[in-house]
T-cell receptor, first 114, second 116 residues
Framework: AQTVTQSQPEMSVQEAETVTLSCTYD???????LFWYKQPPSRQMILVIR??????QNATENRFSVNFQKAAKSFSLKISDSQLGDTAMYFC???????????FGDGTTLTVKP | DAMVIQNPRYQVTQFGKPVTLSCSQT?????MYWYQQKSSQAPKLLFH???????NEADTPDNFQSRRPNTSFCFLDIRSPGLGDAAMYLC???????????????FGPGTRLTVL
């Protein structure tokens, strides 16, 4: 069974600074997908960024980028130039191409302070 | 442009009184999921449909059932809600042409269920 671990239950960052959220996972599979989802307070969960395991290049979406280390089974999310609207719970998720479903980490609550 | 819609947003029911939560989508995605999310925890997958094929998680209680009458709609039925079933229920969809759930999931806003 796959497991996803987010070791930081809560984090905070000053507006305009950079923060990195960590995620590690455990799998014996070689083909899979990794996601970071954002769930703002009382709002719906949305995709932040996704990474295909077969791609060596780290995914980037504007201020959001990942550091994907396949051998170490690590998938951290870096948020640059943090904004107040980045305040949310962030979930790391793993999808095995054979399992047909995703496994979520327990989440990291990020607070961006003015 | 709502893509995954859940109704109602808030539902209050009594202990043991059956309740149905609904989810509809305008994305024409063939996979639909139901998750249970308790406060500040990870979403827990209850079951999912790939088209009409129902896939139940091994640890989903029998108290939880689902129906998918067509591509657009999916329902979560809780036959006899207990106090422990109070939670946010999230519906999600994904486009899955390959038969494995590799694509991004699109979530609805959730239905917050209160059991009195």
């Amino acid at each position: 069974a796959q497991t996803v671990t987010q070791s930081q239950p809560e984090m905070s960052v000053q507006e305009a600074e950079t923060v990195t959220l960590s995620c590690t996972y455990d799998t014996s599979e070689n083909n899979y997908y990794l996601f970071w989802y954002k769930q703002p307070p009382s709002r719906q969960m949305i995709l932040v960024i996704r990474q295909e395991a077969y791609k060596q290049q780290n995914a980037t979406e504007n201020r959001f980028s990942v550091n994907f280390q396949k051998a170490a089974k690590s998938f951290s999310l870096k948020i640059s130039d943090s904004q107040l609207g980045d305040t949310a719970m962030y979930f790391c998720a793993f999808t095995n191409t054979n399992a047909g479903k995703s496994t979520f980490g327990d989440g990291t609550t990020l607070t961006v302070k003015p | 442009d709502a893509m995954v819609i859940q109704n109602p947003r808030y539902q209050v029911t009594q202990f043991g009184k059956p309740v149905t939560l609904s989810c509809s989508q305008t994305l024409n995605h063939n996979v639909m999921y139901w998750y249970q999310q308790k406060s500040s925890q990870a979403p827990k997958l209850l079951f999912h449909y790939y088209d009409k094929d129902f896939n139940n998680e091994a640890d989903t209680p029998d108290n939880f059932q689902s129906r998918r009458p067509n591509t657009s709609f999916c329902f979560l039925d809780i036959r006899s809600p207990g106090l422990g079933d109070a939670a946010m229920y999230l519906c999600a969809t994904s486009r899955d042409p390959s038969g494995s759930s590799t694509d991004t999931q699109y979530f609805g806003p959730g239905t917050r269920l209160t059991v009195l």
